[in-house]
C-alpha cells in the first residue's frame, strides 16, 4: 500500500480502498466505483493487461457525447512464457 498511500499524498484524483475481506474481482470494482469521486471514472485492472493507450480514444468518445464507454479485445495478449 506505500504506493498507493505516496501517489494519493501527492495527487488529488487518486484514491485507495481498503477492503476487509476478498470478495473478488466484481465486488472490488464495485466498490471502487461508488467510492469514486468525478464525472469520469476510469478502471484498470491491476494485473496491467489492459491497454492504456485506449484511454485517451475512449474519453474522447465520451467526451463526444457517449455516457457509457468500454473497450473490448481484439485478441488476446500473450506473455513470454504463455502457451496458447
Known sequence: MPVIEALAGT??????I???????????????????DGDVV???DADLQDDLDAIE????AHR????????????????PGSSG
Open 57 to 60: 480514444a475512449m474519453v474522447d
Open 18 to 36: 481498503k477492503l476487509s475481506r476478498n470478495r473478488g474481482h466484481q465486488n472490488a470494482l464495485l466498490a471502487g466505483l461508488f467510492a469514486a
Open 42 to 44: 476510469i478502471s484498470v
Open 64 to 79: 463526444g457525447g457517449s455516457d457509457i464507454v468500454y473497450g473490448v479485445r481484439k485478441a488476446a495478449r500473450r506473455t
Open 11 to 16: 495527487h488529488a484524483f487518486v484514491r485507495g
